[in-house]
């Protein structure tokens, strides 16, 4: 534990070796807050944990057993992971070494397969689609095209959601191809009907046009590509073939923080009180999921196994309203 989070935990709660004891009291009221409260961070991995050595060079170091050590150690009988396939994925690793693991899955790509949605997507959607709306003020009153750049580093479905139900004119997700002409060929045929203004929904995680840099090339503290900023290079494209002023909106963290939905809220507690049934009941390598209204264990391994895309039907659906 780093860290309490605006001020919820107090010095005592997480004096005792880092431990905070979730009692009603300590998690009350909190509901309507984005983040962690327990300042946890979701993209270290026991197995290849970075280690700083003398001549400042870092090296992967697998830290599972020390890591299952600690847990006896503190006397934790079971660990719920909450996160995304990552998270899912650790989880699953340390339940293969012993570890009584329980999941929930929370991320805001939408992209686990063993459930039909998972938390934190309805509010990134929602949020999203709020700003296409506003953006559609300043690109029909300027004539522009806005390139609206969303979350989604392999999968697209903040993107198709949010385009959909903000009505973009183009959507350009990963697990789909794009051809830059067909686009520009699109809005080609918009302004030729007169309409002088699109909007164009890109997951960040898409690659440049042929021709063009990502802009951020760096990666992250754990080797991730950071993302951001593939919105400019569509947009220069779009601009250099049109002659269409085109602008960018990268909507980036904002749509990870702020007031979750009433959607995620509920779909949150839910699987929260399914996971800890889960774990009282001795029920271990499992994920808590929504199927069909009910929350069900399913296996982790399963559940981190198969990583789901936006299916094509559901792309198909939009680009029905494309142009
Ligand atoms: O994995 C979740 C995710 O939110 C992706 O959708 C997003 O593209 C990525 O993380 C970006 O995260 P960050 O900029 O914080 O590294």
Not at 95 to 116: A, E
Not at 129 to 155: P, Q, W
Not at 196 to 204: R, T
Request: net charge negative; hydrophobic share 40%; glycine share 12%.
């Amino acid at each position: 534990i780093r860290d309490g989070f605006h001020g919820l935990m107090s010095p005592e709660d997480y004096s005792d070796g880092g431990l905070i004891n979730l009692s009603r009291e300590s998690v009350r009221g909190i509901s309507h807050l984005g983040g962690t409260i327990i300042g946890s961070t979701n993209k270290g991995n026991p197995t290849a944990y970075p280690v700083q050595q003398e001549d400042g060079t870092w090296v992967e170091v697998d830290r599972t057993h020390e890591l299952l050590e600690r847990f006896k150690e503190a006397g934790i009988d079971a660990l719920v992971t909450v996160g995304g396939d990552g998270s899912l994925s650790i989880g699953n690793h340390l339940f293969q070494h012993g570890l009584r693991v329980v999941g929930v899955p929370k991320t805001i790509d939408n992209d686990l397969d063993k459930t039909h949605v998972t938390f934190g997507f309805d509010t990134a959607v929602d949020f999203a689609t709020e700003c296409i709306d506003r953006l559609v003020s300043t690109a029909t009153s300027h004539n522009r095209v806005i390139v609206v750049e969303v979350m989604g580093r392999t999968k697209g479905w903040i993107a198709t959601y949010a385009g959909i139900a903000g009505g973009a004119d183009a959507i350009i997700i990963p697990e789909h191809e794009y051809d830059i002409e067909e686009i520009v060929a699109t809005l080609r045929r918009r302004h030729r009907k007169g309409i002088k203004y699109s909007i164009v929904v890109v997951a960040e995680g898409v690659a440049p046009p042929p021709g063009f840099e990502p802009v951020e090339q760096r990666k992250d503290a754990f080797g991730f590509d950071r993302l951001g900023g593939v919105g400019y290079a569509i947009a220069a494209a779009i601009e250099a073939r049109t002659g269409f002023e085109s602008r960018v909106s990268v909507l980036g963290h904002v749509q990870r923080g702020g007031t979750p939905s009433a959607f995620d809220r509920v779909l949150a507690t839910r699987l929260g009180v399914g996971a800890a049934d889960f774990a009282i009941e001795g029920q271990s390598g499992v994920m808590a999921a929504l199927r069909s209204e009910r929350i069900v264990a399913v296996p982790l391994s399963e559940a981190v196994d198969s990583i789901r895309g936006v299916p094509e039907r559901l792309y198909e659906t939009a680009q029905t309203f494309f142009g």
